[in-house]
Nanobody
């Protein structure tokens, strides 16, 4: 079955960097677009970034120029490199894949930006 397992979250100071990862299994990873979303306390889940199977990347305006989404199709792993973090980036970060009409989510990894 499809599984998405995020890791790499933690506590970081404002201005710092962090990389979160998502290991995928149960489907042909290299074929599908992969996405990162986040959900801050008291807010709705919001889209952060997408990477296509070809490696084309797209970003929400709020993270453009600070975050980088990449993928390793050998390791079946999705990454999100986050630089220049600020308190508004505090959220649970989820990876996502839409396989046809079936939407899959990981359990999320907590990123907290605080001094």
């Amino acid at each position: 079955q499809v599984q998405l397992v995020e890791s790499g979250g933690g506590l970081v100071q404002p201005g710092g960097s962090l990389r979160v990862s998502c290991v995928a299994s149960g489907f042909t990873f290299k074929t599908w677009n992969m996405r990162w979303y986040r959900q801050a306390p008291g807010k709705e889940r919001e889209w952060v970034a997408t990477i296509t199977g070809f490696g084309d990347a797209y970003y929400a305006d709020s993270v453009k120029g600070r975050f980088t989404i990449t993928r390793d199709n050998i390791k079946n792993t999705l990454y999100l490199q986050m630089n220049g973090l600020n308190t508004e980036d505090t959220a649970i970060y989820f990876c996502n894949v839409l396989l046809g009409t079936d939407d899959y989510w990981g359990q999320g990894t907590q990123v907290t930006v605080s001094s």
